[in-house]
């Protein structure tokens, strides 16, 4: 038996031996249909990352060690309790993923030097307390859990890259697969794998939108220019595979259900979770494939690229837009410094 050595490997073997998700082939054809139709109205842009109100809108050195920083602490954002994390940054109030980016927007206007590894690396609780502060009665979640991967990748870079995530994209020489090696064989709280049916997964998440937001917001130029961008798969989160299953791409049985339904907690690792994040990367595989036949191989729709990437993008924003109608949907509760 050959061992899965990619993410989609990994979630190909995932989707073949899962039990209790499964991915239907006619929602993933009639996703796709209604994905390639929206790019072809337009509805997707990659300056829709600068565009994002609280993303960097200076591009540069800078910019990379903010994004590194950001995707370093892209985890676990919900809650069990009413009240949510909430960061108040120029008068407006943040929660989930946004709550993140105005923690460090703020962190930064207060002259706190909140990128910088040498900060990173001596990063106390009690700073924390402060850098995190918010709102509501609701702390950030796996507070103790961020201040260890803040040191951790803090001490990496001064120990292995002159301090600066710039040097780990220099050296990847414009390849995502080579620095996606560089990220996960240095900084352990990227590495997000797990064992299945007797196989080692690579699943990757954070590691992967690291290299995502890179090329998102320089553009595919630059320091974000990679020449095999579309080896990077979809990010196996908690809200995209709700989308998924919304739009008829991802199955869930009555066992799973009923687990989800009664708000049980997942063990990170356990094959349940692993099996609704590896099925979701698999569906869309098979939608990024089938859009490709649909619109004639071609891997570009308007001067768009068409990649994992962009209908991950793409279903995270039609989530967050459509919440109302996926209410009913459960999310899958698994506490993880992984996503």
């Known amino acids: 038996l050959k061992m899965p050595e990619t993410v989609v490997d990994s979630a190909k073997w995932i989707a073949q031996n899962s039990q209790h998700v499964?991915?239907?082939?006619?929602?993933?054809?009639?996703t796709a249909k209604m994905l390639l139709n929206a790019m072809n109205r337009g509805e997707f842009s990659l300056s829709n990352w600068k565009n994002n109100f609280l993303h960097p809108k200076i591009i540069d050195e800078a910019a990379v060690e903010w994004i590194f920083l950001v995707d370093t602490l892209?985890?676990?954002?919900?809650?069990?309790?009413?009240?949510?994390?909430?960061v108040r940054f120029n008068d407006?109030?943040?929660?989930?993923?946004?709550?993140?980016?105005?923690?460090?927007?703020?962190?930064?206007?207060?002259?706190?030097?909140?990128?910088?590894?040498?900060?990173?690396?001596?990063?106390?609780?009690?700073?924390?307390?402060?850098?995190?502060?918010?709102?509501?009665?609701?702390?950030?979640?796996?507070?103790?859990?961020?201040?260890?991967v803040m040191q951790q990748v803090g001490r990496v870079l001064l120990d292995k890259f002159d301090g600066t995530f710039v040097t780990c994209i220099s050296?990847?020489?414009?390849?995502?697969?080579?620095?996606?090696?560089?990220?996960v064989d240095?900084?352990?709280?990227?590495?997000?794998?797990?064992?299945?049916?007797?196989?080692?997964?690579?699943?990757?998440?954070?590691?992967?939108i690291l290299i995502a937001d890179l090329w998102a917001a320089f553009e595919g130029k630059g320091l974000g220019q990679f020449n095999d961008i579309d080896i990077i798969t979809m990010f196996a989160d908690y809200r995209v595979p709700q989308v998924l299953k919304h739009l008829g791409a991802l199955e869930y049985d009555s066992?799973?259900?009923?687990?989800?339904?009664?708000?049980?907690m997942i063990p990170s690792r356990s094959k349940l979770e692993v099996e609704i994040r590896g099925c979701s990367i698999w569906s869309v595989e098979l939608i990024r494939q089938e859009m490709l036949k649909l619109n004639e191989g071609k891997n570009h729709v308007r001067d768009q690229p068409l990649n994992a990437i962009t209908i991950d993008f793409y279903l995270w924003d039609y989530a967050k837009s459509h919440s109302n109608d996926m209410k009913q949907i459960p999310i899958h509760r698994t506490h993880s410094i992984f996503y």
């Open 92 to 148: 407006v109030n943040y929660t989930g993923y946004w709550s993140l980016c105005a923690t460090i927007n703020r962190a930064l206007q207060n002259n706190i030097p909140i990128t910088s590894a040498s900060y990173l690396a001596n990063f106390t609780l009690d700073q924390a307390k402060e850098v995190f502060k918010s709102e509501t009665s609701e702390p950030i979640a796996l507070q103790q859990e961020r201040v260890q």
């Open 186 to 208: 240095n900084f352990e709280c990227y590495r997000d794998e797990a064992e299945f049916e007797g196989q080692r997964v690579l699943i990757y998440k954070r590691a992967q």
């Open 22 to 30: 499964s991915v239907p082939i006619a929602g993933v054809q009639s």
């Open 74 to 86: 892209n985890f676990c954002f919900w809650t069990n309790n009413t009240e949510l994390f909430t």
């Open 171 to 183: 050296q990847a020489n414009q390849s995502a697969a080579a620095l996606l090696k560089i990220i």
């Open 255 to 264: 066992y799973l259900m009923e687990i989800l339904e009664r708000k049980e």
